[in-house]
């Protein structure tokens, strides 16, 4: 049993040892509950034997009460007054007389059972009337109903001479005719009262009734029945009245232990209860002997249910506790593992189990806050990296571009809008440090401005002198929102230049309606402010309003640099984007000569032609590639010139994805072949994979998953759990052993491995292995 409880893991032992805590807290209510239940059963039976000894003594002394009131009954009989009050009787026989009396006696014995054998002696005839009989003399009665140990002569002497009061003669044993002369032992107690009451000297008459012994121990004989105990009544001079369940000389032995004035229940030592009642009204004592185990057995059978109880709930709450110390120390045992497997080290005590998780995370959440706060730190510096990233049109997808607004913050909550770019006037070359500071200061107070006037405004310093910010625009398809903001814009920079002194000049590019195309609205707020600047204008400037004045194509090398940047990536959908505006611009905006048309498509030509060194896969299409490029004349219409370049570029894109995904699948095939190759090593992680590839883990990770649909992590325990599966069928290492072999720290987490990819643990596996061979 120890060497199976430290195969369990340090964690799931001490929960295993709570949950056994907590069991035995029930368990010892439990017991304190059933000997309190034993306890108050045995008190029960107490009680029942007691009430039962007691109804049995008031039942006796009520029938000993009726014998008394029949001896007062006879007392006033004028039939027997008649026979005793007479010293003399004429007549010595009184045949008559005496059988009268002898008639109204045997009504008598049908009262009460106590007086079914009862005699009067009446001096003055010498002769003894039972109910049955009349004894002429007394010799014939004592005759028939001899007593032991007692000659004719003492019982006369002591019984019929003697005046008695209500006299109780002890336990003897007389014999009692059931028929005709065929005797048998009948033990009795005799009752005497001598006639008239108040005789005190020579009585006049005696009456004495005998009653029998299982007459009155029929009354306490349940006791004997029911629990296998004996009862003893004696007198106040500890003479037997009667027993039940004793011989002769165990009563002897048993008549001294006399009762309390108060009904008590003692142990006997010999694994009996004596239980006692005093008799306050003739000074008997009621004994009872109970086995203690015959009141035990309602409590045994208390005992039995609570023993059967109690190892079901034990048995069942064992099974739960292991369930639960199984849950709860898995998953810490997990994160246990991945520590390990991580090879990550913390200054955390590695002897306790939540120690080691306590300080390693909250090292972890140290390092976390501070890199939190450090990133903090740098998010106005990422924004304003991510404005100039917009606004210079480095974002090629609208995935890339909310991906990196929601790390610094920004909101795209509208896709419309426009760019402008403002420039501080009055200062010269910032030559000194004064000028700068100065520039800071107007830069600051113009910002705070717009910030105000718009919330949701992006703003970045561009220079010394000048700032570029992105204004949002409602959705609503006509011009009036970019009206209404210019308007707006321009009348706050001039309460800048009433409040502050600080004259600006703002150049306004076109609207955009797509993320992707600030970049071209920013081209175009240069040129306007470059024009403003070189014409002298108003200090707002559209864009609008300068290509009225000019006929040169438009093609600026930012939007040259944006198409080859989405060719390159193969970015289909963006780059006719930039063509459909560049034909748009040049085509449907202005009124192109043929010499600036013939211009704008040489260098757009030009432009396809610095890709082909770069994209091609084969050299064989080098030439096919610049044959189309050279087939694009001037002279056809713009439509064809449209359809051409979009041609052009949609087939560029498709070579590039192409070979993306040759690449790709060169990458995949090469992570599988490095699995292959070192699933034993238990230090094989997607992050050494990664670092083997050469490629960031998210971007390894992502691929594998879009190639194959499976994680990367998951394959790696597939091929472990595959070749672990082999080693089962085929080898006789153990389960240690082959957890080692795959790759795994301890047989605990390749079992568990086993059990998620398989269903079954090791051993199972290789048992239905076993049995198919």
């Known amino acids: 049993m120890k060497h199976l409880w430290s195969k369990f893991s340090p964690l799931f032992r001490r929960f295993m040892i709570s949950y056994l805590i907590i069991l035995m807290i029930p368990q010892i209510a439990g017991y304190a509950s059933y ?20 109804l049995g003594k008031e039942i006796i002394e009520r029938n000993l009460m009726q014998v008394e009131d029949f001896t007062r009954q006879l007392a006033i009989n004028q039939d027997l007054y008649r026979l005793i009050a007479d010293p003399k009787p004429q007549d010595a026989n009184n045949v008559y007389g005496l059988s009268r009396m002898q008639r109204s006696l045997s009504m008598y014995s049908s009262t009460n059972e106590y007086l079914s054998h009862f005699f009067i002696y009446i001096p003055n005839y010498n002769v003894i009337i039972t109910p049955t009989t009349v004894y002429y003399r007394p010799e014939h009665y004592f005759a028939a109903n001899p007593l032991e140990g007692v000659t004719f002569d003492e019982w006369k002497d002591n019984i019929l001479k003697k005046p008695h009061l209500n006299e109780i003669i002890p336990l003897q044993n007389y014999k009692k005719e059931i028929r005709s002369n065929v005797l048998v032992d009948a033990p009795a107690i005799t009752f005497l009262q001598s006639l008239p009451l108040n005789s005190f000297n020579k009585p006049q008459a005696t009456i004495g009734v005998m009653i029998d012994e299982d007459k009155m121990a029929s009354l306490t004989h349940h006791i004997v029945e029911q629990y296998g105990g004996w009862t003893l009544v004696t007198d106040s001079n500890e003479n037997i009245i009667f027993s039940s369940g ?40 009621y004994m009872a002997g109970i086995p203690e185990r015959a009141l035990m057995v309602k409590a045994d059978q208390i005992k039995q249910v609570t023993f059967t109880f109690t190892l079901a709930t034990l048995g069942f709450g064992l099974l739960i506790g292991l369930l639960l110390a199984y849950r709860n120390s898995a998953p810490i045992h997990r994160l246990l593992s991945v520590f390990r497997e991580q090879d990550i080290v913390l200054p955390g005590k590695a002897g306790n189990e939540y120690d080691f998780l ?20 740098q998010i106005p510096m990422l924004r304003d990296g991510f404005i100039k990233r917009l606004l210079t049109g480095e974002f090629y997808t609208i995935r890339e571009l909310e991906a990196i607004s929601s790390q610094t913050g920004i909101s795209l909550h509208t896709s419309r809008g426009f760019v402008g770019i403002l420039k501080v006037d009055g200062y010269g070359s910032p030559d000194s440090e004064e000028i700068i500071q100065e520039l800071s200061v107007a830069r600051l107070i ?77 081209n175009e707020a240069r040129q306007a402010l470059e024009y403003a600047i070189h014409m002298g204008a108003e200090h707002l400037v559209r864009f609008e309003d300068t290509i009225k004045e000019t ?151 992502q691929l594998f998953k879009e190639y194959t649909g499976e994680n990367l992590s998951d394959y790696v325990e597939v091929v472990r759990i595959n070749k672990a599966a ?27 491995a086993f059990k998620r990819v398989r269903g079954v643990l090791p051993s199972s596996f290789r048992q239905m292995e076993d049995q198919i061979k």
């Open 35 to 54: 000997r309190a239940s034993i306890e108050a059963a045995r008190t029960s039976s107490i009680e029942n034997s007691l009430k039962s000894l007691n």
């Open 246 to 285: 004793l011989n002769k000389d165990e009563a002897n032995k048993l008549k001294v232990m006399t009762a309390g004035k108060e009904d008590e229940a003692k142990p006997m030592g010999d694994g009996r209860l004596l239980i006692s009642i005093h008799s306050n009204q003739n000074g008997w004592n």
């Open 726 to 752: 082999e080693l089962l069928r085929e080898s006789q290492q153990t389960i240690d052993e082959i957890a080692l072999t795959t790759g795994y720290n301890s047989a605990h987490s390749f079992r568990r």
């Open 551 to 701: 006929e040169l194509y438009y093609y600026p090398i930012e939007s040259e640099q944006r198409l080859l940047n989405t060719l390159k990536a193969g970015e289909m959908e963006e780059s006719d984007r930039v063509l459909d505006q560049l034909f748009s611009r040049n085509f449907t905006e202005r009124e192109l000569s043929y010499d600036m048309t013939q211009q704008f498509v040489v260098e757009l030509k030009g432009t396809f032609l610095k890709l082909e060194p770069k994209i091609m896969l084969d050299e064989a299409l080098v030439d096919e590639f610049k044959n189309r490029i050279a087939a694009i004349q001037v002279t056809d219409s713009v439509g064809i010139l449209r359809d051409k370049f979009h041609q052009l570029a949609k087939d560029v894109c498709r070579d590039v994805q192409r070979k993306k995904s040759n690449m790709h699948a060169e990458i995949v095939n090469e992570t599988i072949a490095y699995i292959q190759k070192r699933y034993a090593d238990a230090t094989l992680t997607v992050y050494r994979i990664a670092e083997q590839m050469g490629k960031p883990e998210k971007y390894i990770s």
């Open 358 to 377: 306590a300080s390693n995370i909250t090292s972890l959440i140290t390092n976390n806050h501070l890199l939190k706060n450090a990133l903090n730190e």
């Open 446 to 522: 113009v910002r705070e401005t717009m910030t105000t006037w718009h919330a949701d405004v992006l703003i970045t310093d561009w220079g010394t002198d000048q700032i570029a910010f992105v204004q949002p625009l409602s959705e609503e398809p006509s011009n009036t929102p970019l009206h209404t903001a210019v308007s707006e814009l321009s009348k706050r920079m001039n309460a800048v230049y009433r409040d502050y002194r600080v004259s600006t000049t703002i150049g306004i590019g076109s609207s955009y309606e797509d993320w992707n195309d600030v970049g071209r609205s920013f």
